[in-house]
């Protein structure tokens, strides 16, 4: 493969600055670049074992080993920017329950939450922002190579937190009815938390923009009504666009399942800058790309099924399709539909590199 040359010869170079031209439809694209809303540590680990030679650090081990090598992983595959997921001490802190017996696990929470009234919320210990130790995400922007830059993925989403940490969805679905003041109150103090939370880490040198999840919706609708939502949750995504454009920095969204009711708003009003989170089955990125595709920056869309499942020639006409129907549309980056979770075959997903470095040779 291409990619193991490139690999092995240290050939990748970042560039954000193009990077950010390209998906903002500024500059035409040079290159396929490549695009990840989040890779697990267990494929990050494989990486560097496989290619590197370097033993996987445990994120639960050394912190600051485990950023390290999410750094040089990104960087060693021609990414642009970097994300991490999962290392003790980045995220913000918005705690569930926990499982009988396995007390450091959390779940989504689908019945009723941990917040069920009004005496709950006051006791329920929302993290606070003033306290919280911001020298891991200073050490990370201090090691980052030439060229490449951050982009933060620091909390749940706004909906998500609320829907599957405190009120769970059958408790908020009954809480709307009963005490709608209720519900406000929680995605108020939620919003406000997690806002000042990025308002202190977009100032470090280094973070680039916002690559936030919030997953709205499942294979045919919104997970609660769209006006809900407009109500709720799309004011905060639009504070929160708004800060980073007010800072001179991008704000992507990730959202799975059908969202498609929410588009016009999350592009026009809302302005996000890129959007995440495709399935072939839901609403496949080529569709996607022929409808918004001189709208707004498109990332990702190899539907991780595929990805998962494909032997080599199939996968790489599949990709090769992907690529024919966005490239040409300029604001588009090469990447997974989803994630690349711990299942997806390491060579599967270096196959899925190869092809975007192969695109345009």
């Avoid at 302005?271 to 399935?279: L, N, P, R, V, Y």
Wanted: proline share 6%; aromatic share 14%.
């Amino acid at each position: 493969m291409l990619i193991e040359e490139y690999i092995r010869k240290q050939k990748f170079h970042p560039d954000w600055e193009e990077f950010l031209n390209v998906i903002r439809g500024v500059q035409p694209p040079r290159r396929v670049h490549f695009a990840e809303f989040l890779v697990d540590p267990e494929i990050v680990g494989a990486f560097h074992e496989q290619y590197l030679g370097e033993k996987p650090v445990a994120v639960t081990d050394d912190p600051k080993a485990a950023i390290a090598q999410y750094v040089s992983f990104f960087h060693r595959l021609g990414y642009d920017y970097c994300v991490l997921v999962d290392i003790p001490g980045l995220a913000l802190p918005f705690p569930g329950r926990n499982r009988p017996g396995q007390h450091e696990r959390n779940w989504v929470e689908e019945g009723v939450g941990i917040i069920t009234s009004f005496a709950d919320f006051e006791a329920y210990p929302f993290p606070r922002v003033e306290v919280f130790d911001f020298s891991l995400y200073e050490y990370l922007v201090s090691i980052l190579p030439e060229g490449m830059g951050y982009l933060a993925n620091a909390c749940g989403g706004i909906f998500e937190t609320v829907s599957e940490n405190l009120l769970g969805l059958t408790g908020l679905s009954y809480l709307l009815y009963d005490e709608p003041e209720l519900v406000g109150a929680v995605f108020q103090k939620v919003g406000d938390v997690i806002l000042e939370f990025y308002r202190v880490l977009l100032d470090l040198p280094g973070v680039v923009g916002v690559f936030q999840g919030d997953d709205l919706g499942y294979k045919t609708s919104t997970l609660v009504s769209p006006q809900i939502l407009r109500q709720f949750v799309l004011p905060w995504h639009k504070r929160l666009a708004s800060l980073c454009h007010a800072k001179g920095k991008v704000y992507f969204l990730h959202s799975c399942g059908t969202i498609l009711p929410l588009m016009e708003d999350f592009i026009e009003d809302i302005g996000i800058d890129a959007f995440h989170s495709f399935q072939e089955e839901v609403f496949p990125v080529t569709a996607f790309a022929h409808r918004y595709g001189r709208r707004v920056g498109i990332l990702g869309g190899v539907d991780l099924d595929y990805l998962v499942r494909f032997e080599e020639q199939k996968l790489r006409e599949y990709v090769s399709s992907v690529l024919a129907a966005c490239f040409p549309f300029g604001r588009y980056a090469l990447g997974s539909g989803n994630s690349i979770a711990h299942y997806v075959p390491l060579r599967n997903y270096l196959l899925m590199l190869d092809e975007g470095l192969k695109f345009l040779a």
